[in-house]
Nanobody, 115 residues
Framework: QVQLVESGGGLVQPGGSLRLSCVAS????????MGWYRQAPGKQRELVAS???????NIVDSVKGRFTISRDNAKNTMFLQMNSLKPEDTAVYYC?????????WGQGTQVTVSS
């Protein structure tokens, strides 16, 4: 079973930036499409960005132009660059694969946008 470890969250003021990282164990990462999900308090987990094994990306409208997803298959790592953060971006952010049943979820990384 693949293990996922997210990091890079924190407290940031509106308009600020953060870069999240996701490291996956094992050897299957480079072959699967991956995504960043988030779950805000009282809300369902939602997919905000995805990336195919070769780097094609899809970003939801609510974060388009502000978030950028990327990956480094050689390091089993995926990133989410978040700019111009808004209070409504506050959530726990998780990574996992997309299109297939998810692997076991990691602990996630908390992002809090507040002044």
């Amino acid at each position: 079973q693949v293990q996922l470890v997210e990091s890079g969250g924190g407290l940031v003021q509106p308009g600020g930036s953060l870069r999240l990282s996701c490291v996956a164990s094992g050897s299957t990462f480079r072959f699967v499409a991956m995504g960043w999900y988030r779950q805000a308090p009282g809300k369902q987990r939602e997919l905000v960005a995805s990336i195919t094994p070769v780097g094609n990306t899809n970003i939801v409208d609510s974060v388009k132009g502000r978030f950028t997803i990327s990956r480094d298959n050689a390091k089993n790592t995926m990133f989410l660059q978040m700019n111009s953060l808004k209070p409504e971006d506050t959530a726990v952010y998780y990574c996992n694969r997309v299109y297939l049943a998810p692997w076991d979820w990691g602990q996630g990384t908390q992002v809090t946008v507040s002044s």
